[in-house]
């Protein structure tokens, strides 16, 4: 999975080697770990991270939050929630946002759960490789690369990094990929050139930077622990066109 598409696309990451990327995300990691510190790892069971992830989705984590109690006051079991109206998961998760998306992929995922393992225990997904245990989560309708690997890595502790929409920004600014690879491209490139057990801490930090100062629509570069080494600040001083 190696270099996917380099040699087509233009753009700092498409001349670069994998042991170079390599060593630029090692100090991106060391930098952001140098000022966030080592963050706490959530934990969880798969099913709940699961969910949990389907309902992060375009929100922020106080409406996922918020969604996900009220998910649970609205119903006492996964059976529950797979028998109910599609309309009254939606109404209980509505606080989320994409109430309608949302109910129909949660649904898909406990049903695909209860007819796999023949209960709600997603915990056996744990004992397949990483490459598989993907392919199977994103065989769920509603459940993309992202979602899969959030729930693997922190359900599971596999090696996967998860890019959301925060880090595809951050990394695409900083000239690690080019800005017009889409998220999919970007985690299969990243793959095996994130190091082996900074995954979880890599993924929190650089989504902590996307949301304070990587912002959208007016990033703070001047505050950024990343500014010397980002292709967007760069051009940015120069009074280029920034993106």
């Known amino acids: 999975m ?4 380099l040699k087509d696309e233009a753009g700092p990451a498409a001349t670069r080697e994998k042991a170079q990327v390599a060593d630029l995300i090692r100090e991106i990691g ?3 770990e140098d000022v966030y510190g080592r963050p706490e790892i959530p934990e969880g069971n798969p099913l709940s991270i699961l969910i949990r992830t389907i309902l992060s989705q375009n929100t922020s984590d106080v409406n996922r939050d918020r969604a996900y109690t009220e998910l649970w ?26 109430a309608r998306q949302k109910a129909i992929a949660i649904k898909n995922a406990l049903l695909w759960v209860k007819e796999r393992y023949g209960n709600y225990d997603l915990s056996p997904i744990c004992e397949e ?6 392919k199977l989560l994103t065989s769920i309708k509603g459940v993309g690369i992202k979602t899969a690997r959030v729930t693997l890595l922190f359900g599971c502790g596999m090696a996967l990094f998860p890019v959301d929409t925060h880090i595809a ?9 080019p800005a017009s690879w889409s ?35 007016k990033p703070r570069c001047e505050e950024c622990p990343l500014h010397d080494i980002c292709e967007f600040a760069r051009r940015k001083t120069k009074g280029e066109n920034s993106e």
């Open 2 to 5: 190696d270099g996917i598409g």
């Open 30 to 32: 060391k930098r952001l």
């Open 73 to 98: 006051n609205a119903f006492r079991s996964y059976d529950e929630i797979l028998e109910s109206p599609i309309t009254s998961l939606e109404a209980a998760i509505r606080s989320g946002g994409l």
């Open 129 to 134: 490789t990483p490459e598989r245990a993907e």
């Open 169 to 177: 920004r951050v990394l695409r600014r900083l000239g690690v990929v």
């Open 183 to 217: 998220r999919e491209k970007i985690h299969r490139f990243l793959d095996g050139k994130v190091e082996p057990g900074v995954e979880a801490p890599l993924h929190l930090n650089i989504i902590r930077l996307g949301r304070n100062v990587c912002l959208a629509r």
